[in-house]
């Protein structure tokens, strides 16, 4: 599948942003723009946008963008810019940290089931003591019982 690429000035007609801002964006701020994710460069060495690109420029624009040219671009843009793509990506990174979490917690559960450490048999064994001594011990999952019985009465 092969992926669209734009030219800056054909991302300027998309966006509506003028050709001449987004120049300036790239050189103040490369390091909003991932190679190979919103920017591509060419075996001319030319650079081309990304689908994901365009999304990034249209999505994090300043209000006064459509009308701004790289020669009423000041620096007093830099941090509304640099903050609205922090906070973009700050919100990505955590949904994408929420919908991988529950994965990674049964996988390491699971390794710790399995291939327990002395410390790691340790918690278990007094996490299933405490429910146990607080009544919940029906919400155990039963794979945790022989663990309690292997070894269990160590600290008693």
């Known amino acids: 599948m092969t992926q669209q690429l734009y030219t800056t000035p054909e991302a300027a007609e998309l966006t509506g942003i003028k050709e001449a801002t987004i120049r300036s964006w790239l050189r103040r701020h490369p390091q909003v723009f991932q190679l190979d994710v ?21 999505s994090r624009a300043p209000k006064n963008a459509l009308d701004n040219d790289a020669n009423f671009d000041t620096d007093d843009d830099a941090p509304d810019l640099l903050e609205s793509l922090l906070e973009d990506s700050a919100q990505q990174l955590a949904r994408q940290y929420w919908r991988l979490l529950p994965g ?16 790691e048999r340790k918690i278990v064994q007094t996490s299933v003591r405490a429910a146990i001594n607080s009544g919940t011990a029906h919400l155990l999952l039963p ?3 022989p663990m309690l019985l292997e070894g269990g009465d160590e600290a008693e």
């Open 143 to 145: 794979t945790y019982e």
């Open 38 to 58: 919103h920017l591509v460069v060419d075996e001319h060495g030319q650079k081309l946008w990304t689908d994901a690109g365009i999304d990034l420029l249209r």
């Open 104 to 119: 990674r917690v049964l996988h390491r559960i699971k390794q710790m089931k399995d291939n327990p450490t002395p410390e």
